[in-house]
Antibody
Framework: EVQLVQSGAEVKKPGESLKISCKGSGYSFTSYWIGWVRQMPGKGLEWMGIIYPGDSDIRYSPSFQGQVAISADKSISTAYLQWSSLKASDNAMYYC?????????WGQGTTVTVSS | DIQMTQSPSSLSASVGDRVTITCRASQSISSSLNWYQQKPGKAPKLLIYAASRLQSGVPSRFSGSGSGTDFSLTISSLQPEDFATYFCQQSYSTPPMYTFGQGTKLEIK
């Protein structure tokens, strides 16, 4: 079964760092782009950026450039999204998704709560 | 950047109704348009890709049409499980910058 499994919910304080993960299985992880999508509470979907694990080519949405870092470790079929200093405005659900014909496989989402 | 505008933002309908949601791109995106369904507390699910191609396993009551700047998603006969939020997404931009529409919430009348 093709699937993406994300790491669990996180509760952090403002200013802390965080790295969440997205592990692919059931397909060739290095052959598909993996995108990251933010959904703030009660809001729509926002495109953050995308990585090609085969060569770690990364493209960021201008809105998220410099705010987050996307990476991947192809040896363990895992993509990452990280923050160096969280803000309250980073409170959201974060999804990873595989780019096939459209975003055809999604992770279950990781909730990030930032609160003092 | 390509902007995507969906309408309506919300819609009330009854089981058995035929409904259409539209999505307009700020510039031509050929047929590079996808539709997703999202239910509360769940990840989005791909319904339609390349404007009109039905994703495997998606019921045939869902259909998509359009090209250029104007697109639509039609549900031919609403079922109870179809009440959800629907998003369009363009996949035309390179490097991949796949912006979403703001969503259409489909509610039971």
């Amino acid at each position: 079964e093709v699937q993406l499994v994300q790491s669990g919910a996180e509760v952090k304080k403002p200013g802390e760092s965080l790295k969440i993960s997205c592990k692919g299985s059931g397909y060739s992880f290095t052959s598909y782009w993996i995108g990251w999508v933010r959904q703030m509470p009660g809001k729509g979907l926002e495109w953050m950026g995308i990585i090609y694990p085969g060569d770690s080519d990364i493209r960021y949405s201008p809105s998220f450039q410099g705010q987050v870092a996307i990476s991947a470790d192809k040896s363990i079929s895992t993509a990452y999204l990280q923050w160096s200093s969280l803000k309250a405005s980073d409170n959201a659900m974060y999804y990873c998704a595989r780019l096939g014909s459209g975003l055809d496989v999604w992770g279950q989402g990781t909730t990030v709560t930032v609160s003092s | 950047d390509i902007q995507m505008t969906q309408s309506p933002s919300s819609l009330s309908a009854s089981v058995g109704d035929r409904v259409t949601i539209t999505c307009r791109a700020s510039q031509s995106i050929s047929s590079s348009l996808n539709w997703y369904q999202q239910k509360p507390g769940k990840a989005p699910k791909l319904l339609i890709y390349a404007a009109s191609r039905l994703q495997s396993g998606v019921p045939s009551r869902f259909s998509g049409s359009g090209s250029g700047t104007d697109f639509s998603l039609t549900i031919s006969s609403l079922q109870p499980e179809d009440f959800a939020t629907y998003f369009c997404q363009q996949s035309y931009s390179t490097p991949p910058m796949y912006t979403f529409g703001q969503g259409t919430k489909l509610e039971i009348k």
